[in-house]
């Protein structure tokens, strides 16, 4: 109940294409959902996040959509770059909660 | 403003053999937390500080895996003994409130273990 499942697990996009990477979750207490970006030798980062109470969220090209029904999330990235090459992991937490659960990663290569 | 500091960044151990990571993470960060990451995996949580107390350590091998934050500030993670499957990045992260669900995680770029 606690996972959080990431698709899919590698992906490779034309430059200027769209990537999607999808998420489903099983905990409905979960109430919080980041997506992080992770360069080669370096740290997670957060690169957007959503609450529950909206069906989608976009900043710039990076949009989340949210479908609390079907217990799934998915990030798009529209006109996808190459310097968009990086592993996104998607994760889910309670807010007033400890635990942050992460999917297992997608590596994105976006080809130019 | 600085980021979650670690060191050292990269170590090679044998089997057997002790390794120690450091890490400093954001100024008035209450909540600190050790991750484990195995290539092409997501981070799993090792152990949880809020301030100087632990809240969740239960992914944590005891048997050989320690971990301490002193006066709720820098922490230390100790291997003892090192085995092959240890190798792995270690995140260190911080968040600025007591509750992690619902706050940014910032991360630290992480301690590269390689056990031979």
């Known amino acids: 109940q606690q996972q959080v499942k990431q698709s899919p697990q590698s992906l490779i996009v034309q430059k200027g294409g769209i990537s999607i990477i999808n998420c489903a979750y099983e905990?409905?207490?979960?109430?919080?959902f980041p997506w992080y970006q992770q360069f080669p030798g370096k740290g997670p980062a957060l690169l957007i996040a959503?609450?529950?109470?909206?069906s989608e969220k976009k900043e710039g090209r990076f949009t989340i959509s949210f479908n609390k029904s079907a217990k799934q999330f998915s990030l798009h990235i529209m006109d996808s770059q190459p310097g968009d090459s990086a592993t996104y992991f998607c994760?889910?937490?309670?807010?007033?909660?400890?635990?942050?659960?992460f999917g297992a990663g997608t590596r994105l290569f976006v080809k130019a | 403003e600085a980021g979650v500091a670690q060191s050292p960044r990269y170590k090679i151990i044998e089997k057997r053999q002790s390794v120690a990571f450091w890490c400093n993470p954001i100024?008035?960060?209450?909540?600190l937390y050790w991750y484990q990451q195995i290539l092409g995996q997501g981070p799993k949580l090792l152990i949880q500080f809020q301030n100087n107390g632990v809240v969740d350590d239960s992914q944590l091998p005891k048997d050989r895996f320690s971990a301490e934050r002193l006066k709720g500030v820098d922490s230390t993670l100790k291997i003892q003994p090192a085995k092959l499957e240890d190798s792995a990045v270690y995140l260190c992260?911080?968040?600025?409130?007591?509750w992690g669900g619902g706050n940014t995680i910032y991360f630290g770029e992480g301690s590269w273990l390689t056990v031979v």
């Open positions: 100024s008035g960060h209450a909540t």
């Open positions: 905990n409905t207490a979960f109430d919080y």
């Open positions: 992260a911080s968040t600025r409130g007591l």
């Open positions: 959503i609450r529950p109470d909206v």
């Open positions: 994760a889910a937490s309670m807010i007033g909660g400890f635990k942050t659960i």
